[in-house]
C-alpha cells in the first residue's frame, strides 16, 4: 500500500508557479528519486511534503491521512523525517547533542523532571543516548561524538544529518542531496546506507545530482522541470525518455562535452 | 471639536519625531539587519550640540548644520568601529552593542554638556497660529515640514538615484548586491551616515519644543522602535505612518484617558496590532528558504 | 573520579559563595554579594531564555518588579506570609509570561523584543502610577521575611547582611542547579536545538513556539524569585526595579559573561554589580566606561567573557 501520496501539489512565489500539479506515490520501503536541473522545484517540493511550506494547491497523504500544510514537527510525529540541501545543524552543540536532540519525541518529558534531574529525566537521556551513539557508528561518526557540531567537515555533516533523521524512526525520509560533496567513498558508504534504511522497511524520497548513485539505488524515478512533471517510471525507462534527455540529461552532457574539452 | 483638533494637531508633531526616528531604524535595518537602539542618541545628539554651539555664539542654522554634521560623523564611526568590526555576530550580540553605544553616547554627552535640561529659541517666535479653533505653535510647523521633506527626500534618493538604488537592492539582497558589484560596505556607511543625520535633525527640529537633555535619547528610541514595528520594520511607509498613528495614540489617549498612562496604552495597541498583524502595517512576509 | 562540567560548576560557584567573606574586609561587603547573587539568579533564567533558546527579552524587569511588589502588596492586602507572597509572585509572573508569550513566541524575529519590552513599560508604569496601592515613584515598605529570627531562635546569629548573604547564595546555587540540569535534559537540548536552527528543530518533532513559550516562563519565574528576594532584603522597593534600564542590565550581564554558560553569565552578573561600585570614585564616567565594555567583549568576545577566556587557556594550555 502506498505510505505516501502526493497529488497535484503547486505553489507559486512572486506570481511564478515553482512547482505546478505534482504527484507521486511513495510505496513501502521503496527508494523514490526526484530528479531534474537546478531549479526545478526539488527543493520546494521537499519543504511543501514536510511542512514547511504551505502549497498553493494538491493535497500530501501519509498512511491514509491529509497531511497538507501540517506542520513540521506533527507530521515527525506521523513519522515523517528528512535532511536538508544546505545543511541545518545545531552547530553548538556536540555531535552526539545533535542526534540525540533527534530522540526528541521519545525522549521529552516534563520540564520540572528535566529541571530537577529526576530519575526519569536521566533515564530519557540515557536512552536517547545510547540510541545516538548506535546511529552515529552506523554512519561512522562516533569517533566525532564529543566534538562540537560546527567543526565537522561538510561530508561528516552530511552524514550527521542522516543519523539524526534516522533518530525518529521514520516510516517516511525526505534525503536532500546527502551526496552532495562528498567524495567517492563517501558517497559509496552513503549509498549502502540510504539501501540499508530502505531495506528495514524505511520508504526514502531522494533528492540527488549524482546521477550513478540514483539509477543504480531507486526503484522509481521523478522529472521535474520548470516545477512540472514531465516523466516518472524505472531507472531504465526514465533514462530512455526523450524528453528527460532533452530537459536534464542533454544539459548534464553539455557540461560533460565542455568538461571534456 | 476643537479639543480633537489640539489633540490632533500635537499627536501629529509628536508623531512626526517618532516617524523620523523610525525611519532611521528601518534605514540602518535594510542596510544591515541591526536594529540600531542608538538611534535615539542621535536625536539627543542633535539637539545639545546644536544648544552648545548656539550659546557658543553661532548663529542658529549654522550650530545646526554642526550638529548634524558632527552626528552623522558619529553615526559613520559607529559603523566603522564597532558594527563593522562584529558583523556576522549573532542578534542578541548586535542588540547589546547598540545599547552599549546608547549607554556610550549618554555618558559622553554627561561629561562633555551636563545633566541640565537646554532650550532652543522657536525658529519662527512662539505667537501660536489659529487653526480650526485650536493653536499651533510655529515650531511644530517646522518638524512637521522637516519631516515631509525628509520622508520626499528620501524617496526621491531611493527611487530616482543610482546610489538610493544601490541601496535598496543591498537591503533586497546582500549577496546579489555584492555580485553586481555594489560596495554594500559603503552602502552601511551611508545608512549609518544617514540615520545619524536625520535623527539630529529630528533633534534640532523638536528641542524648542520639548526641550532636550542627555537622556531624552531611550524614550525616543523605544518610542521610534515601536513606530517602526507598528508600521513593519523595514518598510519607510511604515515609518511614516507607524510614527504618526503612535504621535495620535499618545496625544488622544493623553487627552481623553489619562496623561500618566500615554506610553503605556501606545504599547498596548502596538502589542494587539502584532497579535492581529504580526507583519506590521506595511511589513512584507518573509518566507524562510531551507 | 572525574568531575562532569556541571559539577564542576556547581563546585565553583559554592566554594566562591562560601569562602568569599572570609577576604571581606567590612560588613558592607555582604550586601553587595547579596547583591550580586540576586542579580545572577535573574541572569540565569536570562540563560535559558537568551543563552539556551535564543529569544531576547527586553522586559524581564517587568517581572522582577512582579515578584519585588508581590512581597510588599500580598502580606498588606491578602495577609500572606512573605514566603508565601514569593511564591504567589513567581506564579503570577510566570501566569503572565504565559499570556504575553503566546501569541508572541509564534513569529520570529524581534516580536518578542517589542512584546517584552512593552510588557515591562506597562509593569513600571502600572507601580509608579497607582500611588494609592503600590506608594508610587517613592517606593513601599516590605514585611521581614522572619527566617532570621527563627534561625537565631536556633543558635545561629546571623547580622541581617551575613543571612541574606547566606540565603541568597543558597537561591543563586539552587537556581544554578536546576539550571544546569535543565541543560543537559532532552528539554534543555531541544532549547539549544531550536536556538541553533528552529527548521531543523521542528523537523525532528520539537514543537519551536511551545519551547520557547515554556522558556520564556521559566525565565520569567527566576526573574520574580530574584525581584521577592531583592524587597524582602531591602525591606522597601521601588518601581526602579521593573525599569527598562534594568531589564537591558540582565541581558547585557547574561551576554557578557557569556550567555550559553550558567557560569559565564553568572560571572557577568559579578562584574556588572562590581563594576559600578568600584567606579563610584569616577561617577562621571560609570556610563562611558560601562558602554564601552559592553561594545569591546561584544565585539571582541562574542561567546562573552568567561567562555572566551576559557577558550584562551586552554588554546594556550594545550
Redesign the interface.
Same mark, same amino acid.
Given at each position: 500500500m502506498s505510505l505516501l501520496v502526493v497529488e497535484g501539489l503547486g505553489i507559486k512565489f512572486g506570481g511564478l508557479h515553482a512547482v505546478k500539479d505534482v504527484g507521486f506515490t511513495l510505496k513501502s520501503g521503496e527508494i523514490v528519486s526526484i530528479i531534474g536541473p537546478n531549479g526545478a522545484g526539488k527543493t520546494t517540493l521537499f519543504n511543501m511534503i514536510?511542512?514547511?511550506y504551505l502549497p498553493l494547491a494538491g493535497r500530501v497523504m501519509l498512511n491514509g491521512e491529509d497531511v497538507t500544510g501540517m506542520?513540521?514537527?506533527r507530521?515527525?510525529?506521523r513519522g515523517l523525517?528528512?535532511t536538508?540541501q544546505n545543511l541545518?545543524?545545531?552547530?553548538?552543540?556536540t555531535v552526539l547533542?545533535?542526534v &540525540?536532540? !533527534?530522540?526528541?519525541?521519545q525522549?521529552?518529558?516534563p520540564?520540572l523532571s528535566? &529541571?530537577? !534531574?529526576l530519575p526519569g529525566?536521566r533515564r530519557?537521556?540515557r536512552e536517547?543516548e545510547a540510541g545516538a551513539r548506535l546511529l552515529l557508528e552506523r554512519v561512522g561518526l562516533e569517533r566525532a561524538a564529543e566534538r562540537e557540531a560546527g567543526a565537522l567537515s561538510y561530508g561528516a555533516l552530511k552524514r550527521l544529518e542522516i543519523a539524526?533523521?534516522l533518530?525518529?524512526r521514520p516510516k517516511v525520509l525526505l534525503l536532500d542531496e546527502p551526496a552532495a560533496g562528498c567524495n567517492a567513498v563517501e558517497t559509496e558508504e552513503i549509498d549502502h546506507l540510504i539501501a540499508a534504511v530502505a531495506a528495514e522497511g524505511v520508504s526514502i524520497l531522494l533528492v540527488e545530482h549524482d546521477m550513478k548513485m540514483v539509477m543504480r539505488i531507486s526503484n522509481h524515478i521523478v522529472v521535474l522541470d520548470y516545477g512540472e512533471k514531465i516523466a516518472e517510471g524505472d531507472p531504465a525507462t526514465v533514462s530512455r525518455d526523450k524528453r528527460v534527455i532533452a530537459a536534464y540529461l542533454g544539459a548534464q552532457a553539455t557540461e560533460a562535452a565542455n568538461a571534456d574539452g | 471639536m476643537p479639543e480633537l483638533m489640539q489633540f490632533l494637531l500635537s499627536g501629529i508633531t509628536v508623531g512626526a519625531v517618532y516617524a523620523l526616528v523610525a525611519l532611521g531604524f528601518t534605514i540602518i535595518y535594510n542596510a544591515s539587519d541591526v536594529?540600531n537602539f542608538a538611534q535615539g542618541e542621535f536625536v539627543m545628539l542633535g539637539g545639545m550640540i546644536t544648544v552648545f554651539a548656539y550659546q557658543a555664539g553661532l548663529p542658529l542654522p549654522l550650530a545646526a548644520l554642526i550638529a548634524i554634521a558632527a552626528t552623522a560623523a558619529a553615526g559613520v564611526a559607529f559603523n566603522k568601529l564597532?558594527i563593522e568590526?562584529?558583523r556576522g555576530?549573532?542578534?542578541?550580540?548586535?542588540?547589546?552593542?547598540t545599547?552599549?553605544?546608547?549607554?556610550?553616547?549618554?555618558?559622553?554627552a554627561?561629561?562633555v554638556f551636563d545633566k541640565q535640561l537646554h532650550r532652543l529659541p522657536a525658529f519662527s517666535g512662539d505667537e501660536p497660529l489659529h487653526v480650526f479653533g485650536a493653536t499651533i505653535l510655529p515650531q511644530s510647523l517646522w518638524v512637521m515640514g522637516g519631516a515631509l521633506i525628509v520622508f520626499v527626500g528620501l524617496w526621491v534618493f531611493f527611487t530616482r538615484t543610482l546610489t538610493g538604488r544601490a541601496v535598496l537592492a543591498t537591503s533586497n539582497n546582500r549577496l546579489a548586491a555584492q555580485l553586481v558589484g555594489i560596495n554594500t560596505n559603503f552602502v552601511m556607511t551611508l545608512s549609518f551616515g544617514l540615520s545619524a543625520a536625520i535623527g539630529a535633525l529630528a533633534g534640532v527640529l523638536v528641542t524648542p519644543i520639548t526641550l532636550t537633555s542627555y537622556q531624552i535619547g531611550?524614550s525616543l528610541a523605544?518610542k521610534g522602535?515601536?513606530a517602526a514595528?507598528l508600521g513593519g520594520?523595514g518598510n519607510p511607509k511604515g515609518a511614516l505612518v507607524g510614527g504618526i498613528a503612535l504621535g495620535l495614540l499618545e496625544a488622544l489617549t493623553a487627552g481623553y484617558l489619562s496623561s500618566?498612562?500615554k506610553?503605556?496604552v501606545a504599547?498596548?495597541v502596538?502589542?494587539a496590532v502584532?497579535?492581529a498583524m504580526?507583519q506590521g502595517l506595511f511589513g512584507r512576509k518573509a518566507m524562510?528558504r531551507? | 573520579m572525574k568531575l562532569s562540567a556541571k559539577q564542576a560548576s556547581l563546585l565553583v560557584l559554592a566554594v566562591l559563595i562560601v569562602l568569599s567573606p572570609f577576604f571581606f574586609p567590612s560588613g558592607y561587603y555582604f550586601r553587595v554579594g547579596s547583591l550580586l547573587f540576586v542579580n545572577g539568579l535573574a541572569v540565569v533564567g536570562i540563560v535559558i531564555l537568551?543563552g539556551f533558546a535564543?529569544q531576547?527579552s527586553l522586559g524581564h524587569a517587568g517581572f522582577v518588579g512582579i515578584g519585588a511588589y508581590a512581597c510588599a502588596l500580598a502580606p498588606a492586602y491578602l495577609g500572606l506570609h512573605p514566603a508565601l507572597s514569593a511564591v504567589l509572585g513567581a506564579v503570577v509572573s510566570g501566569a503572565t509570561a504565559y499570556l504575553v508569550g503566546r501569541?508572541?513566541l509564534r513569529?520570529k524575529?524581534?516580536?518578542l523584543?517589542?512584546?517584552s519590552?512593552?510588557?515591562g513599560?506597562?509593569v513600571s508604569?502600572?507601580l509608579a502610577?497607582e500611588a494609592r496601592w503600590t506608594g508610587g515613584p517613592d517606593g513601599i515598605k516590605t514585611p521581614d521575611l522572619g527566617l532570621r529570627g527563627l534561625l537565631a531562635d536556633m543558635g545561629l546569629e546571623l547580622t541581617n547582611p551575613q543571612f541574606w548573604y547566606a540565603l541568597s547564595g543558597l537561591a543563586l546555587l539552587i537556581g544554578a542547579w536546576?539550571?544546569l540540569?535543565?541543560r543537559?535534559?532532552?528539554?534543555?537540548?531541544?532549547l539549544?536545538?531550536l536556538?541553533?536552527?528552529e527548521?531543523?528543530?521542528?523537523?525532528?518533532?520539537?514543537?519551536?513556539a511551545q519551547a520557547k513559550l515554556?522558556a520564556f516562563v521559566?525565565s520569567a519565574v527566576y526573574a520574580s524569585a530574584s525581584g521577592s528576594l531583592l524587597a524582602l532584603q531591602n525591606r522597601f522597593i521601588t518601581p526602579d526595579v521593573a525599569g527598562?534600564?534594568h531589564s537591558?542590565e540582565l541581558?547585557?550581564m547574561a551576554?557578557?559573561g557569556g550567555?550559553?554558560s550558567v557560569l559565564g553569565a553568572i560571572f557577568g552578573a559579578g562584574i556588572l554589580t562590581l563594576l559600578p561600585q568600584a567606579l563610584t570614585v569616577f561617577q562621571?564616567?560609570?556610563?562611558?566606561?560601562?558602554?564601552?565594555?559592553?561594545?569591546l567583549v561584544?565585539?571582541f568576545m562574542?561567546q562573552g567573557l568567561l567562555p572566551s577566556v576559557l577558550g584562551l587557556m586552554r588554546g594556550r594550555g594545550e
Open positions: 514536510s511542512g514547511i506542520s513540521p514537527n507530521l515527525a510525529e523525517s528528512r536538508f541545518q545543524i545545531f552547530q553548538s552543540m547533542e545533535n &540525540m536532540a !533527534g530522540f526528541h519525541l525522549a521529552r518529558g520540564v528535566d &529541571m530537577l !534531574g529525566s530519557r537521556s536517547a539524526r533523521a533518530a525518529l | 536594529v564597532a568590526t562584529a555576530a549573532p542578534v542578541v550580540s548586535l542588540i547589546i552593542i545599547i552599549g553605544a546608547s549607554i556610550f553616547i549618554q555618558g559622553v554627561q561629561v531611550i523605544l522602535f515601536a514595528m520594520m500618566q498612562y506610553d503605556a504599547f498596548v502596538i502589542l502584532l497579535f504580526p524562510e531551507v | 537568551t535564543g531576547i501569541p508572541i513569529l524575529g524581534y516580536y523584543a517589542v512584546a519590552l512593552g510588557f513599560i506597562l508604569m502600572v502610577n536546576l539550571a540540569n535543565l543537559d535534559s532532552p528539554t534543555g537540548r531541544a539549544r536545538a536556538h541553533g536552527s527548521v531543523a528543530a521542528r523537523t525532528v518533532g520539537i514543537d519551536v515554556m521559566v527598562y534600564m537591558i541581558v547585557t551576554v557578557l550567555a550559553g562621571n564616567y560609570e556610563q562611558i566606561m560601562l558602554g564601552l565594555v559592553m561594545m561584544m565585539v562574542r
